[in-house]
């Protein structure tokens, strides 16, 4: 009912930059919050940022000054502007979206992934 398509990630080295886009389409009546969260290897996956449809955002203390989420309404789409990478950043990033569907029934979708991988 409401696909994500990532797009963005890939090999970078450390000081560099990459923006994530993460495009939602389907049903969907209103979007009340979409995200991007993270999973490196033998850990769990942790909120890196989220955006809500009041504008609000939140970022991950590790990644304030360094990472900007955005949004597009009218396409349904999310940003992770990716600054100053580090090592530490390496993971694959997932998008999330959650909202409501025509005929009000809630939704809760999550992206397939996209590696970030910060190396020299």
């Known amino acids: 009912q409401v696909q994500l398509v990532e797009s963005g990630g890939g090999l970078v080295q450390p000081g560099g930059s990459l923006r994530l886009s993460c495009a939602a389409s389907g049903t969907i009546f209103s979007m009340n919050a979409m995200g991007w969260y993270r999973q490196a290897p033998g850990k769990q996956r942790e909120l890196v940022a989220v955006?809500?449809?009041?504008?609000?955002?939140n970022h991950l203390d590790s990644v304030k000054g360094r990472f900007t989420i955005s949004k597009d309404n009218a396409k349904n789409t999310v940003n992770l502007q990716m600054n100053s990478l580090k090592p530490e950043d390496t993971a694959v990033y997932y998008c999330?979206?959650?909202?409501?569907?025509?005929?009000?029934?809630?939704?809760?979708?999550w992206g397939q992934g996209t590696q970030v991988t910060v190396s020299s």
């Open positions: 955006i809500t449809s009041f504008e609000s955002t």
């Open positions: 999330n979206a959650n909202g409501r569907l025509t005929g009000s029934s809630r939704f809760d979708a």
